[in-house]
């Protein structure tokens, strides 16, 4: 059922792009769906993807730079690269020859980015922030942002898993 869901945005975010190749949601939500499809097309398919999810999510920024949440996927993208295990980016190095590539700390400066645009307006974004100092070696940063996240105002089921997730990185520390 979810998966019909999936391929069913995705045709109809491809042809919003179609429909709206100015229109910066239309490249937000087409990056999105992109990410979507990959996690039932395979590894493959979303390394072939990334490079087109990047871009898209770029064009969005481009064209509302005022959009918190474009600078949080551009950050997701920055993440999930600059943290790709070994086995990963062998996988990558085979499908792209070289691998797409990103730090931490580029994804550090987007997450940061779209906190200062719109303070709180995504726990994972605030996660995230705690998550990448915790990458960097920044303990005493991470354990701000996860703190922060103790008084986060749970709106959804996934701002209470957030919250549980950051108080457990909190045991860690």
Not at 55 to 66: M, S
Not at 73 to 80: E, N
Not at 107 to 128: C, V
Request: hydrophobic residues 35%; glycine residues 6%; charged residues 25%.
């Amino acid at each position: 059922m979810r998966k019909n869901i999936i391929f069913e945005a995705f045709e109809i975010s491809k042809r919003a792009l179609e429909l709206g190749e100015e229109n910066y949601a239309c490249h937000k939500w087409y990056g999105i769906m992109l990410s979507q499809t990959g996690d039932y097309n395979g590894t493959k398919a979303k390394l072939n993807n990334s490079p087109a999810m990047k871009t898209h999510f770029e064009k969005a920024v481009a064209l509302c730079p005022t959009d918190s949440t474009n600078h949080y996927l551009i950050g997701m993208w920055c993440f999930s690269f600059a943290n790709l295990a070994w086995y990963e980016r062998k996988l990558a190095a085979v499908v792209f020859g070289s691998p797409p590539e990103s730090t931490y700390e580029e994804a550090l400066g987007h997450f940061m980015n779209a906190e200062k645009m719109n303070p709180g307006f995504y726990s994972n974004n605030q996660y995230m922030l705690g998550t990448v100092y915790l990458k960097m070696g920044k303990k005493a940063e991470a354990k701000e942002w996860f703190q922060k996240l103790l008084n986060f105002e749970c709106v959804k089921d996934e701002d209470d898993e957030t919250v549980k997730k950051a108080k457990d990185q909190l045991k860690s520390l």
